[in-house]
């Protein structure tokens, strides 16, 4: 079935360690992104690609960098993780740009920081 | 800066119902407008947008929204709603031209039985 696939679904991670959340499409789309989801807060966008081989930073992207080498991959890399990073991490993807077509989101990533 | 605002955190109606969910907005230029849904430890679903034309824009699952720029405003409405319509509604924003979106908090909608 056609989508998106995060992986992984849930993670308890202590501060400072290393992180990094996958994301795999296989639609082919063009532009990919990363929101993390807070209670109260909706979705906050992190960082976003247009295309493959470039990256963009979105509203909330300190303590964040993600990388684009091919069309389907868009991980997340958190480098020194800290607890006010504990979220909701969503994957999406969408042909053509985000506020022309319709976004397609993963399952979820959920990171516990202790 | 763009921006969307959903005043209620939460709506509970009774199956059979009216279902309406709040949402306005501030953009600059000409607003695009989304609406997703998301059920218990899932993602977002997209439900409907308004880009341009008719103000009313008929979506999924039966519902509609209505794009009033006088009042900035975008509601999503269905006229009778179902307790599988129970979910977490979130409102989006983006101006042309942007690959971003900005969302709404959300607005929880409980159907009763």
């Known amino acids: 079935i056609a989508g998106i696939t995060q992986a992984p679904t849930s993670q308890i991670l202590a501060a400072g360690r290393r992180m990094t959340l996958r994301c795999t499409q296989d639609?082919?789309?063009?532009?990919m992104y990363w929101y993390r989801q807070d209670l109260g807060l909706g979705l906050r966008l992190i960082h976003y690609?247009?295309?493959?081989?470039?990256?963009g930073k979105g509203e909330v992207p300190d303590g964040y960098s993600v990388s684009r080498a091919n069309t389907d991959d868009f991980p997340l890399t958190l480098a020194s993780a800290v607890p006010s990073q504990t979220s909701v991490y969503f994957c999406?993807?969408?042909?053509?740009?985000?506020?022309?077509?319709?976004?397609?989101f993963g399952e979820g990533s959920r990171l516990t920081v202790l | 800066a763009q921006s969307v605002a959903q005043p209620e955190d939460q709506v509970n109606v009774a199956e059979g119902n009216p279902l309406t969910v709040k949402c306005t907005y501030s953009?600059?230029?000409?607003?695009?407008l989304f609406w997703y849904v998301q059920y218990p430890n899932r993602g977002l679903q997209f439900l409907l947008k308004?880009?341009?034309?008719?103000?009313l824009v008929k979506g999924s699952y039966g519902f509609e929204a209505e794009f009033n720029k006088s009042q900035t405003s975008f509601h999503l409405k269905k006229p009778s709603a179902l307790v599988s319509d129970s979910a977490l509604y979130f409102c989006?924003?983006?101006?042309?031209?942007?690959?971003?979106?900005?969302f709404g908090a959300g607005t929880t909608v409980t159907v009763r039985a």
């Open positions: 999406a993807s969408s042909v053509s740009p985000a506020n022309t077509g319709e976004l397609f």
């Open positions: 639609m082919r789309h063009n532009a």
């Open positions: 690609s247009n295309t493959a081989g470039t990256t």
């Open positions: 953009v600059s230029g000409n607003p695009y």
């Open positions: 308004y880009i341009t034309g008719d103000n």
């Open positions: 989006a924003v983006g101006p042309p031209n942007d690959y971003k979106l900005s």
